[in-house]
């Protein structure tokens, strides 16, 4: 009776086991969800320091800072990465040289190593409007 009981426990295990491995490969395919770049810590490390998101600090709140861009997101992200080198290449008069002057010629440090993904997840919490 014990071996039956035991026999029938081992087949079971068996069977979970088996059944469990497709459910493995499901949950891998949602891991790289969950390892997307955490757009509030990323903010909170790198910009917080100078940005709000909604208020005016040592550089400009961050809410409407895409819209200012004109959704021309090549060319915000290539500032974040590198703003002295983005002022200098789009000229004098340009939105990036103005925004320099205005803002008291403070240089934004660089993140050359900011993929765009990590931008990408800053910029959506740094311009929402529910915090
Ligand atoms: C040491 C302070 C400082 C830090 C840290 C900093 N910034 Fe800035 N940022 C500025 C200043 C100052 C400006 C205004 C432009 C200038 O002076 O070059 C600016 C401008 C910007 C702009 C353009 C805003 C607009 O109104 O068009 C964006 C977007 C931006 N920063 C994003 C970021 C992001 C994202 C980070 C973090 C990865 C960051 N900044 C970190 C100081 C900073």
Redesign the pocket.
């Known amino acids: 009776m014990t071996r039956k009981i035991h026999i029938l426990l081992c087949t079971s295990i068996l069977f979970v086991a088996a059944c469990g491995e497709p459910h493995q490969n499901a949950d891998q395919g949602s891991t790289s969800r969950q390892t997307a770049p955490d757009g509030k810590a990323l903010y909170m490390t ?2 917080s ?3 709000n998101p909604v208020k005016d600090a ?3 709140a ?1 809410i409407d ?1 895409i819209t ?2 004109g959704h021309d997101t090549t060319k ?1 992200y290539a ?2 990465r590198n ?1 002295t080198e983005s ?1 200098k290449t789009s000229g004098d008069n340009s939105y990036p040289a103005q ?2 002057n205005k ?1 008291g ?5 660089s ?1 050359p190593s ?1 993929t765009d993904a990590q ?1 990408s997840a ?2 959506a919490y ?1 311009t929402q409007r529910q915090f």
Do not use: D, V
Request: some cysteine; hydrophobic content about 50%.
């Open positions: 790198y910009c320091s100078c940005h040592t550089g400009p961050t800072a200012r861009w915000l500032f974040i703003s002022i925004l320099y803002w010629k403070i240089t934004m440090p993140f900011l931008i800053i910029l740094g």
